[in-house]
Every structure is written in C-alpha cells, then in structure tokens.
C-alpha cells in the first residue's frame, strides 16, 4: 500500500477507530420538577474511563423509583449501565456518540431498548427512553431536565 494511500484511509477511517471518550458534558446534577413529582440525576465526573450516576423519583414526598448507573469506556467503546429499583443490572452499548447527544442501545431488553440523552445547551438536557412495548408497538418518553443544585432537593 503507497503512503498517499495509507494517509487517506487513515483520514477517512480514523474516526470510526477512535476510542470514545466518557462525556463529561453530562457531568453534574439535573432535575425535572412537576405536580407534587420531583426526579433527580446526578452524574459524577468521569475519572478512570468511568461515570457514577444516580437516579431518584419522589412523588409527594415519597420514593416511588431510583436507579444506580455507570458509563463506561471499556476498549474504546461507551456503554450505559442501569441498575433500576432493585432489578437486574442491563447494559447498553453506545450506538451513537457526538458532542451534543448520546444514544445507547439494547435491542434483547424488554424496555427500554433505547437510552437517549440529548444536551440543550449549558443548562438543558433531554433524557429519553424508547423500545417496542408488550404490543409490539414502538413507544419513548422524554424527560426534559435542567441543571440543579447537588445539594439542594
């Protein structure tokens, strides 16, 4: 293979070989507030190719759901742990991966197959989960949040 030739498969592949960095724009807290229902997720930074994350649903002062989540880079690949409310622990690899949004995927879960977080600015993001139902039929749910205080409930 010629060195011309070898460059451009490198600047035409090299992305695709890149190792995919933990987002730290997710880093931080955020809230989603309405009628008498507050859920907060909190992600640690990254450190060591590795995010800790939390997830917690109180709906009248009560604790309805939460959630332990890790992302992790493990080879060069991200993939989204969940850990719901005392059920089995699902991974799901990263499908999609850019500056601005994150889309993991596990097509043999029941639901959700799909973890989506999309960032709306500084302040802003769109978390989204999304799958096939017990009818077969495609249905998500998004969860517009805004960045909190860590300490403040």
Request: glycine content about 10%; charged content about 25%; aromatic content about 8%.
């Amino acid at each position: 293979m010629s060195v011309r030739l070898t460059i451009l498969v490198a600047i035409c592949f090299g992305s695709v070989a890149q190792a995919q960095d933990v987002p730290k724009w997710l880093a931080g807290c955020w809230e989603l507030r309405g009628q008498g229902r507050l859920t907060v997720e909190m992600w640690m930074p990254p450190a060591g190719n590795l995010m800790l994350g939390g997830s917690r649903t109180v709906v009248n002062r009560v604790v309805r759901e939460f959630e332990h989540l890790r992302i992790k880079s493990d080879a060069g690949k991200l993939t989204y742990i969940a850990l719901p409310s005392g059920q089995n622990e699902t991974p799901f690899p990263a499908k999609e991966v850019s500056g601005s949004s994150l889309v993991f995927e596990n097509l043999s879960h029941d639901f959700p197959q799909r973890i989506i977080y999309r960032k709306r600015g500084a302040d802003s993001i769109v978390a989204r989960i999304e799958g096939r139902g017990p009818n077969s039929r495609t249905r998500g749910f998004d969860f517009p949040m805004r960045r909190a205080s860590c300490t403040d409930p």
